[in-house]
């Protein structure tokens, strides 16, 4: 199946910095990714969908001026997190979605990656 | 708005076979997946159900009804490491994904 990598998969930083993560699809052509945060012992939410070349959308309730998403390639979008408090804590994960593709299970997801703010 | 529901937890015997259901009430649906989730780690691809009716894959299968706004996952000849937590998602362009069910497989 196709791979989506993210970048870092890990990272401790201090209140008030910014923090970005990338998203990458690495065998095909991204149109459309999409950006979740995850807390503990809860399930996915939706942050915000990125289509290349255009504004993401954010969710209601997601900060679009915190998280600011990018989406320059159709191969790449990242996630910045600006300010970050120690409440931004969390796993936030990419998936990635291939519209061009033949199959019907044409989301896949990025490993994750884990934000900790002390 | 979207509504998922599935089951908090459920425990089972390795060797057993276990369902977990879901119930879904949404403003679209273009299919529904199913996706494994260990802790600490993303989401895996278990299934995609678009139309009616069951599909088979290995030790896990995946039945759905639109009509009835319902999907079941199941597990058969359980095993230690399908322990996780599994989640119900909406397809409508976006995913909407239900809380989860947590699955404890016991020896």
């Known amino acids: 199946g196709a791979v989506v990598s993210q970048h870092p998969s890990r990272v401790i930083c201090k209140s008030g910095t910014s923090v970005k993560i990338e998203c990458r699809s690495l065998?095909?052509?991204?149109?459309?990714m999409f950006w979740y945060r995850q807390f503990p012992k809860q399930s996915l939410m939706l942050m915000a969908t990125?289509?290349?070349?255009?504004?993401?959308?954010?969710e209601q309730g997601v900060e679009k001026d915190k998280f600011l998403i990018n989406h320059a390639s159709l191969t790449l979008s990242t996630l910045t997190v600006t300010s970050a408090h120690p409440e931004d804590s969390s796993f936030y994960i990419c998936?990635?979605?291939?519209?061009?593709?033949?199959?019907?299970?044409?989301?896949?997801f990025g490993p994750g990656t884990r934000l900790t703010v002390l | 708005g979207q509504n998922i529901d599935q089951p908090t937890e459920m425990t089972a015997t390795e060797g057993a076979i276990v369902q977990i259901n879901c119930t879904y009430q949404?403003?679209?649906?273009?299919?529904l997946f199913w996706y494994q989730q260990h802790a600490g780690e993303a989401p895996t691809f278990l299934s995609y159900?678009?139309?009616?009716g069951l599909e088979e894959k290995g030790r896990f299968s995946s039945f759905l009804s639109r009509s009835k706004g319902y999907s079941y996952l199941l597990l058969k000849e359980l095993q230690m490491k399908d322990s996780a937590s599994y989640l119900c998602?909406?397809?409508?362009?976006?995913?909407?994904f239900g809380a989860g069910t947590t699955v404890t497989v016991r020896a």
């Open positions: 998936s990635a979605r291939d519209f061009a593709g033949v199959s019907t299970d044409t989301q896949y």
């Open positions: 065998d095909f052509q991204a149109t459309t």
């Open positions: 990125s289509n290349e070349g255009s504004k993401a959308t954010y």
């Open positions: 949404t403003s679209g649906f273009n299919g």
């Open positions: 159900n678009v139309l009616d």
């Open positions: 998602a909406v397809d409508d362009y976006k995913l909407s």
